[in-house]
């Protein structure tokens, strides 16, 4: 079979399977196998080209997309390596692409005019096969691009781009809905020039018509989270708050029916001139907007269950947030990290020689912390956690952690405080302190958090007003009595009442505590009420 022949064959069965451009498809496949242009070639195919050419076009028959059967495909100037289980670049995204472009340019001009190197910072998040940030990298020289992804099969398809075509490209494995605090990111926080996303956007019940799209691109890259498919859009909107410098300018494709959800969207996230954009064909394809000030240095969210999990990812990357327990608002770190223990004491305004508190889900979770769990505890656990109990007990010696000059002793409690204790199931033990700069009131709301502790924190959980009624009242029982170091929201003597024919209390005066009646009797009984239920707050600090 000639050249000619095998294409005429090949586009007569590219033609029947629908396939929009039969013809051509056919000459890049014949191409592809002949390794040159099929015009050129004189010799019939070989046995093994001629089988060769015959899978090749029974797959795209299938509407395998070209570009992965020819493992490359074309993005501006570039040509770029192409991988089933990949998305495929397509030609409305150079328009995107040059919108960056433009505006890292004129990021370098104007930093030239300022006397400043002309090195414009971009991100493109979700960068797939890295398409747009080596678009910008290539064509903006001097320019630090950085992208972000996710998925692994896409990871290995960008690094290899990356490798062959731009190596100055910093590639970062990492989830647009979650902030940027502890990611390589973090670094570039309110001072990025241009940040770019083309980004997961299709709405789940909305299936695309095109089977090379609904049949080989990877669910992960089509389909936004949300009903209308605008989850992913409103993460690049929050990380771009985080990363941009003020005028800095986002760019973040869209369907052609989310323009006007979209440019309300920026608006109410504090972003000015934003628009939608027309693609080449004349379809609304992405949104252009300016961040006016400078970049948010923390993430006030409502305490759902992704916000949750970012809480617990920004702990475990040594990040300090503040979160609403049942007296007033305390921030809180990972307790095993010397250095995140550092920063909760820094943000506070403490030395070493006032050690936080450490909070914890319910009462087992004590057993890994204390050598021994004694009945006083149990006792004392069981009448009044979850609620404003804080009680200092000897911890064990092999725990590897530095919460300060504590001699070898751990402050325990179980708030009452739904949110603060499924945060803490997620997170494991947490150190918290309350909320304010030492010497100050302690917050009662996420927005006085924010006011005296915003630059210090990766995220504020925002569980509405908290109340003011007292701290929590605290407890000393490494010796044989047991000591009210701070009398708070328990009165002492429902305490000794508790504990009545188990261990004598000591006020923080010195003085013997005398009982409390015991309604019905026993010594249990004294639990609840004010500080025993979730949701009703006792205030104060720590």
Not at 15 to 44: N, Y
Not at 127 to 135: F, K, Q, V, W
Not at 442 to 459: V, Y
Request: glycine share 10%; hydrophobic share 45%; aromatic share 4%.
């Amino acid at each position: 079979m000639s050249p000619r022949e095998a294409m005429a064959a090949v586009t007569g069965a590219l033609t029947r399977a629908g396939v929009p451009s039969p013809a051509a498809d056919a000459r890049w496949l014949a191409q592809h196998v002949l390794g040159g242009p099929p015009v050129l070639a004189t010799a019939p195919l070989s046995a093994d080209q001629a089988e060769q050419l015959a899978r090749l076009t029974e797959r795209r028959a299938q509407r395998e997309p070209l570009q992965h059967l020819l493992g490359q495909m074309p993005f501006r100037h570039l040509t770029l390596a192409s991988a089933p289980g990949t998305f495929v670049a397509r030609p409305e995204t150079e328009q995107v692409a040059q919108a960056a472009i433009d505006a890292a340019r004129a990021a370098a001009r104007e930093a030239t005019a300022a006397g400043r190197p002309a090195a414009p910072t971009v991100v493109d998040l979700c960068t797939g096969s890295g398409a747009i940030a080596l678009a910008v990298a290539t064509e903006v020289p001097g320019s630090r691009v950085w992208a972000l992804e996710l998925g692994q099969a896409p990871l290995e398809l960008a690094a290899r781009n990356i490798a062959a075509l731009a190596p100055q490209v910093r590639l970062v494995e990492g989830d647009v809905r979650a902030p940027i605090c502890g990611s390589p990111l973090g670094e570039l926080r309110g001072s990025v020039d241009v940040v770019v996303s083309n980004p997961p956007y299709v709405p789940p019940a909305a299936v695309p018509r095109d089977p090379e799209v609904a049949k080989f691109d990877p669910a992960l890259a089509l389909y936004g989270q949300g009903a209308d498919g605008l989850g992913h859009l409103a993460a690049v909107l929050q990380r771009a708050r985080e990363l941009l410098r003020a005028g800095g300018r986002v760019f973040i494709e869209h369907a052609d029916h989310q323009g006007p959800a979209v440019v309300r969207m920026a608006l109410e996230a504090g972003f000015t001139a934003a628009s939608t954009q027309d693609d080449l064909s004349g379809r609304q394809r992405y949104l252009a907007a300016t961040w006016p000030g400078e970049a948010d240095t923390m993430q006030l969210l409502e305490p759902t269950a992704a916000a949750l999990e970012q809480a617990a990812a920004a702990v475990h990357q040594g990040h300090v947030i503040a979160l609403p327990t049942d007296t007033v608002y305390g921030i809180g770190a990972d307790p095993f990290s010397p250095a995140a223990v550092g920063r909760l004491l820094a943000a506070k305004g403490r030395g070493r020689n006032f050690p936080p508190p450490v909070l914890i889900a319910d009462a087992a979770a004590a057993t890994a912390l204390v050598p021994e769990f004694s009945d006083v505890a149990t006792r004392l656990a069981h009448s009044f956690w979850p609620g404003a109990l804080t009680l200092i007990l000897p911890a064990r010696p092999e725990v590897e952690w530095d919460l300060g000059e504590t001699n070898g002793t751990v402050a325990l409690r179980v708030p009452a405080d739904a949110t603060a204790r499924e945060l803490l199931r997620i997170t494991g033990p947490l150190a918290v302190t309350s909320a304010n700069l030492h010497g100050q009131a302690p917050a009662t709301t996420a927005r006085e958090c924010a006011d005296q502790l915003g630059a210090s924190l990766a995220l504020i959980l925002d569980g509405g007003q908290r109340s003011t009624q007292g701290a929590s009242t605290i407890l000393d029982l490494t010796g044989s009595e047991v000591r009210v170091v701070r009398t708070g929201a328990l009165d002492p003597a429902r305490i000794a009442g508790a504990l009545a024919g188990l261990a004598t209390v000591v006020g923080a005066d010195g003085g013997h505590v005398v009982p409390a009646p015991q309604p019905g009797g026993g010594p249990d009984a004294a639990a609840g009420g004010d500080v025993g239920q979730p949701g009703q707050s006792s205030g104060g600090g720590r």
